[in-house]
């Protein structure tokens, strides 16, 4: 592998927690504008591996670079928003009492204060950034409505639009399907590839009709290290993967 060619470069990455190997030798390459599904039964480290490229957990041993040459293991999980590798958790968490307009528009000038992005006049270019993101997320008809009135799904594709207003290369998305409905579910799917044209997408997920959908390369984690790595039929007719899931 030749470093250079990937937005994420992770290599031979361990991490131990009292004695326990959480992650054993991973090591995962992600290019750029690739979406990438990862699939792991619980306690196979899927977590922990994001902890990891996001600065919240440090590997004992192992690279972690982003694009070239940044080495992401000596950042804090903020200096690695920073640095552009953004990071949805399961849960939502927009504000309720705003807009979904208001959302974004507090999450695209992000380090000012709450009051003062508020009543601050947007520039033209705020505005047409923001209709753009709107049009990725399919929203632009609730722009006006409060978040707390979305559904579950909508919560989640705002909260990705929030996201995307930091235009971070790397986006880590943590089960964005669980609790969707199946139209919700599916409308991801086409939301993620339009996402994944311009930054590159790490999907951890359980829900096996979404990672059908999003059609792209699957890695199987294991015990801390990939077990299988391939699209969703060969990874789905690998024995040890089946093993695995079924138990033995
Ligand atoms: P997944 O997300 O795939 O379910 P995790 O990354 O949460 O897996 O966990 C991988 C393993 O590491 C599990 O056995 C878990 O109990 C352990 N683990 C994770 N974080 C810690 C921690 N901070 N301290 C001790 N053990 C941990």
Redesign the pocket.
Known sequence: HIENEYALYMDGVSVS??G?K?INNLSLYIKPGEMRAII?P????????MDIITGKTRPDTGKVLFKNDTDLTKYDEAEVANIGVGRKFQKPSVIESLSVFENIELALKGKRSIWQSLFHALSDQDHQRIQEILELIALQDQQDALAANLSHGQKQWLEIGMLISQEPEVLLIDEPAAGMTDEETMKTAELFKRLAKKHSLVVVEHDMDFIKALDCKVTV?HE?RVLAEGSLETVQANQEVIEVYLGR
């Open positions: 927690f009292d326990f959480a792991g619980n306690g196979a480290g899927k977590t922990t591996m984690l801390g």
